[in-house]
Structure formats: C-alpha cells, structure tokens
Nanobody, 118 residues
Framework: QLHLEESGGGLVQAGGSLRLSCVTS????????MAWFRQAPGKEREFVAS????????TYAESVKGRFFISRDNIKKTLALQMNSLKPEDTAVYYC???????????WGQGTQVTVSS
C-alpha cells in the first residue's frame, strides 16, 4: 500500500499563493507517478497536474498552466503543488494521487481544502 496525506490547504485571497504537500509512506515512492486532482462542490473531480516517477516529465491542466507547479522529492518521499496567482475558481478540495504500473495499483489521499476569496 501507499499511504498519502495532504496538507497546506487554507483560506487565501485572490492573487495569493499556497503550497500543498503530500507526505507518503509504504510502497516505494519512486515506483509511482504522482498527480494532483481537485473537486469543487457539486462538480466532477478534475485533473490538475502530474509528474512521472523520475520527475522527467510534468503535465498541467490548461486552467492552471503558468500558475501552478508540481514537484517531488524522492528522498523525502513527498509531492508538492505550488499554487500562485490563485483565483476564486481554484476553490476546491485538492487530492494527492499515486499510480504505479509496476505494482498495478493506485491510491488517493483524503484531500485538503483550498478556499480562494474574491
């Protein structure tokens, strides 16, 4: 199993920044491609950003390109999401996700709330 625990969410004004963290334990962290998803009230969970196990490639949703940056530390076994120039529409619960083609499984964290006021 891969256990994921998010932190760093909170209330911030539009234009501000937040840094989310995801601490992992269990299965080898570098066996997992990692990603951030988010879900706003009444909406479908949507993809935000992803990073490969070796951090050689990143992918971003069009809505966050140029504002959000995903990174990972394979020594500390953590995932991060730096969020800049936040907008009210970024308000959502943000989830950490790990997906392994080696183990053939995927895991989710419990989520952390991000609220951006106007």
């Amino acid at each position: 199993q891969l256990h994921l625990e998010e932190s760093g969410g909170g209330l911030v004004q539009a234009g501000g920044s937040l840094r989310l963290s995801c601490v992992t334990s269990g299965r080898p962290f570098n066996s997992y491609d990692m990603a951030w998803f988010r879900q706003a009230p009444g909406k479908e969970r949507e993809f935000v950003a992803s990073i490969t196990w070796s951090a050689d490639s990143t992918t971003y949703a069009e809505s966050v390109k140029g504002r959000f940056f995903i990174s990972r530390d394979n020594i500390k076994k953590t995932l991060a999401l730096q969020m800049n120039s936040l907008k009210p529409e970024d308000t959502a619960v943000y989830y950490c996700n790990g997906n392994s083609t080696w183990y053939g499984d995927a895991f989710w964290g419990q989520g952390t709330q991000v609220t951006v006021s106007s």
